[in-house]
């Protein structure tokens, strides 16, 4: 008697949480989980460590074109690149394998020239 009370128990909990439309969770974004920024604008890289290519999340306001530099330890722009950006998150990926092994800091400026944000890399 004990084993039919436990079945159906189980059967209405489990019956009640598969018909509740509150459980059902919607994504929001496209971008993965660990490229996610919190604000209004920003950056945010996929690791500080890179071999071939450097994933960076950007997030704007509105549509526009972002420049993205790398610059050197030195301080020299040893690559740099305009890419169009849509409102909200954009992931883009930034080929480094024809640079030597370092540490650069990749800058990212909005149309107007504005620095939307920094941060450092460690190619390996």
């Keep these: 008697m004990n084993k039919k009370i436990v079945i159906i128990f189980i059967f209405l ?4 949480c598969s018909n509740t439309e509150e459980n ?11 490229l996610g920024i919190s604000g ?10 890179a071999t071939t290519e450097v994933k960076i999340n950007v997030k ?10 790398m610059i050197d ?9 305009e890419l169009k950006g849509n409102k909200g998150d954009n992931v883009f990926s930034i080929y480094t394998k024809a ?5 650069y800091e990749i800058q990212v400026y909005n149309s107007n ?4 944000g920094r941060t450092l890399i460690n190619l390996l």
Excluded: C, H, T, Y
């Design 99 to 103: 640079l030597p092994r370092s540490s």
């Design 60 to 69: 704007l306001a509105s549509d526009e074109v972002v420049n993205i530099k």
């Design 24 to 34: 059902i969770i919607e994504p929001k974004s496209l971008v993965p989980l660990e």
């Design 113 to 116: 020239n504005q620095q939307i």
């Design 13 to 16: 909990v489990l019956f009640a």
């Design 40 to 49: 209004s604008n920003g950056i945010k890289l996929e690791s500080n460590f």
């Design 73 to 81: 330890l030195l301080g020299r722009v040893v690559s740099s690149g």
